[in-house]
């Protein structure tokens, strides 16, 4: 098989309410954290341990956008699926690094998880 696959699958809470972004052209992006937890216990001690993981999530599809800005907020519990990818940037001089989850249109998913919108908010129209 000459082929492969970039998917990321990930349960977890948001970290901080979303940032969105407008550009001059109308479009949207949103920009949040994401944190997946592990939790075992200790085959020695029998204690309970856990490890964060904090994933930067970058949401290019608009329709998802809209659900972001509209839905989630720091806690949601959400399903995510999109496609791993790590971009370069300058900062002091010096080249950054930073990898990030991005959701395009036709190639990532949003899976709200915290039950029915707060109806009170307008969310639940």
Same mark, same amino acid.
Not at 36 to 58: A, F, L, P, Y
Not at 100 to 114: K, T
């Given at each position: ?6 998917? *990321?699958?990930l ?6 309410d ?13 920009n949040?954290s994401?944190a ?6 200790d ?12 994933h930067?999530?970058v949401?290019?599809n608009?329709?998802l956008v ?5 839905y989630?907020?720091?806690?949601s519990?959400?399903h995510?699926e999109?496609k791993?990818e ?8 010096a080249k ?5 989850? *991005?959701?395009y249109?036709?190639?990532g998913?949003i899976v709200?998880l915290d039950g029915?919108p ?8």
């Amino acid at each position: 098989m000459a082929y492969s696959i970039n998917k *990321v699958t990930l349960l977890g809470n948001v970290g901080k309410d979303p940032e969105i972004k407008t550009f001059q052209n109308g479009g949207k992006i949103a920009n949040f954290s994401l944190a997946t937890t592990e939790r075992w216990k200790d085959k020695t001690t029998g204690e309970q341990k856990s490890e964060t993981e904090w994933h930067n999530i970058v949401v290019k599809n608009e329709g998802l956008v809209g659900i972001v800005e509209k839905y989630v907020k720091k806690g949601s519990k959400l399903h995510i699926e999109g496609k791993i990818e790590t971009r370069e940037y300058e900062k002091d001089g010096a080249k950054k690094y930073i990898t990030e989850i *991005v959701l395009y249109p036709y190639s990532g998913e949003i899976v709200l998880l915290d039950g029915k919108p707060d109806e009170k908010d307008g969310a639940g129209e």
